[in-house]
């Protein structure tokens, strides 16, 4: 757990020396760039390093090597195409089942497009960091890689739908699909964000919303149809979180107040405003549904720019800083009790291990 508090605390301070350029005329690179280009190096640098290094770290780490051997095998797996031909790719190259090269090639991409995403669209490169390590994005990207990746290509792939290049936009969820399926929902998802609803669209929607209340059976044999091998197993199993409600409504209610300033007529605020409450609607009324936090996670991470954002547009300076810091309060709290579940069985980042000093225990394959 020091370990994880080091890395967050320092690539934090990193982070808060970054500051977005602004355009000029000046066409050399300034100091405040070099700072940046520094700043952002070492970050990636240290984040990509815990990640790469670690040895059956992360729920799924055994269950990923079994994958990964099964592909090389020929045999079936339930993954993507894309991560089946990385796996034989990297396993082809390497002469040997090199599991850990195809663990870093996950780690270098995740990490660099998470940064990158942050650096592109956030208002406050600093504040948007500490939010998204706070928010437990990179921790949990130890765990089931493929989706972690394919949520940083959608984050990234997010200003090109704001841009209106529609075409960049769907290859890169496209591209992400190859690795994580559940990110082809972002095609429908991100599209309904965009839109400036009106109330008697919204009124709709609601009606629509509370369809889930009454035909769960229904949705739950769509999901079933999409996703054939959760049928009879754990999977099926519901569930709901209520810190994420919670900050899904906090945020709700600040964006509220701050609605005519701060959102109203900006199409890129709008579209975190609806990100927030589509989040929040689904936590609520789909909480039948199966690994409804994956879809929701999709939402909820414009929350890191969405928050910094809103209460940048407060003009009173007392109540910005007093909003700053209980932001960071509760990021802060967030995080301590991320680490406190962090050797849980669903979770279990802890404790840290690296193939310097440890090896991996056997897999399925090697039992049987």
């Given at each position: 757990?020091?370990?994880?508090i080091?890395?967050?605390?320092l ?6 020396t970054?500051?977005?350029?602004e355009n000029g ?8 760039q070099a700072?940046?280009?520094?700043s952002?190096?070492f ?8 990640a790469?290094?670690r040895l059956n ?5 055994a269950k ?6 099964l592909?090389y095998?020929?045999?079936y797996?339930?993954?993507e195409?894309?991560f089946?031909l990385l ?5 082809g190259?390497?002469?040997?089942e ?11 991409f995740?990490?660099l497009?998470?940064l ?5 669209q956030a208002?406050s490169?600093g ?12 921790f ?7 989706y972690?990746l394919?949520l940083?290509?959608?984050l990234?792939?997010i200003?090109?739908?704001?841009e ?9 969820i496209l ?9 082809l929902?972002v095609?429908?998802?991100y599209?309904l964000?965009?839109?400036?609803w009106?109330?008697?669209q ?8 509370l369809?889930?209340f ?7 044999r ?5 996703y054939?091998?959760?049928?009879e ?10 810190v994420?409600i919670?900050?899904?409504?906090g ?8 609605y005519k300033?701060a959102v109203?007529?900006?199409r ?7 990100c927030?409450l ?16 994956r879809i929701?996670y999709?939402?909820?991470i414009?929350h890191?720019f969405f ?7 407060i ?9 700053t810091?209980?932001?960071?309060a509760?990021?802060i709290?967030y ?10 069985p669903?979770?279990r980042?802890?404790p ?12 399925l394959?090697?039992?049987?």
């Amino acid at each position: 757990m020091i370990l994880y508090i080091l890395v967050a605390v320092l690539t934090v301070l990193l982070g808060l020396t970054v500051q977005k350029a602004e355009n000029g005329r000046n066409s050399g690179i300034t100091r405040q760039q070099a700072l940046n280009a520094v700043s952002l190096f070492f970050m990636f640098l240290i984040l990509f390093a815990v990640a790469a290094s670690r040895l059956n770290v992360g729920n799924d780490y055994a269950k990923y090597v079994e994958f990964m051997h099964l592909t090389y095998c020929n045999a079936y797996v339930p993954t993507e195409v894309g991560f089946n031909l990385l796996t034989k790719a990297i396993y082809g190259i390497s002469g040997f089942e090199n599991y850990l090269l195809v663990f870093a090639i996950f780690a270098f991409f995740t990490v660099l497009l998470f940064l990158q995403a942050i650096y592109r669209q956030a208002e406050s490169f600093g504040f948007s960091f500490f939010l998204f390590m706070a928010f437990g994005y990179y921790f949990q990207s130890f765990s089931t890689v493929r989706y972690y990746l394919a949520l940083a290509v959608a984050l990234i792939a997010i200003p090109y739908l704001l841009e209106k290049e529609y075409g960049r936009f769907l290859v890169l969820i496209l591209i992400g699909a190859a690795f994580h399926k559940s990110v082809l929902v972002v095609l429908v998802l991100y599209p309904l964000a965009v839109r400036c609803w009106k109330k008697w669209q919204l009124a709709l929607a609601g009606v629509f919303c509370l369809s889930f209340f009454f035909l769960q059976d229904f949705y739950l044999r769509v999901v079933v149809f999409l996703y054939p091998t959760y049928e009879e197993t754990e999977y099926l199993s519901g569930g709901t979180s209520y810190v994420n409600i919670a900050r899904c409504f906090g945020i709700l209610i600040l964006s509220l107040i701050l609605y005519k300033k701060a959102v109203k007529g900006n199409r890129v605020m709008n579209f975190w405003f609806n990100c927030n409450l589509g989040a929040l609607v689904m936590y609520v009324c789909c909480s039948f549904l199966p690994i409804i936090s994956r879809i929701g996670y999709y939402l909820t991470i414009t929350h890191i720019f969405f928050l910094p954002a809103l209460i940048r547009q407060i003009e009173n300076e007392k109540w910005r800083k007093l909003l700053t810091a209980g932001a960071v309060a509760a990021g802060i709290l967030y995080f301590a009790l991320l680490m406190m579940r962090a050797a849980d069985p669903g979770f279990r980042i802890l404790p840290y291990q690296t193939f310097f000093f440890h090896e991996m225990v056997p897999i399925l394959s090697d039992v049987n």
